[in-house]
């Protein structure tokens, strides 16, 4: 998952492991946290698709 900037430094985006997009704020997550984000309403990835990864559509 990718983490905002700042405070708190919030999730902003989910990503699967093999994304070539990620960058220094990105921490790994399990596949169990990945779905209540992407449930939650984070969006995923739109290079690596981590919601079609995982089988979880939007």
Same mark, same amino acid.
């Given at each position: 998952?990718?983490?905002?900037?700042?405070?708190?430094?919030? $999730?902003?985006?989910?990503?699967?492991?093999?994304?070539?997009?990620?960058?220094?704020?990105?921490?790994?997550?399990?596949?169990?946290?990945?779905?209540?984000?992407?449930?939650?309403?984070? $969006?995923?990835?739109?290079?690596?698709?981590?919601?079609?990864? *995982?089988?979880? *559509?939007?």
């Amino acid at each position: 998952m990718e983490r905002g900037i700042g405070t708190g430094r919030p $999730p902003v985006r989910v990503r699967a492991g093999g994304c070539w997009d990620t960058g220094k704020r990105c921490a790994p997550a399990t596949p169990e946290q990945i779905r209540g984000l992407l449930a939650s309403g984070i $969006p995923a990835c739109t290079h690596c698709r981590s919601d079609t990864a *995982l089988g979880v *559509l939007e």
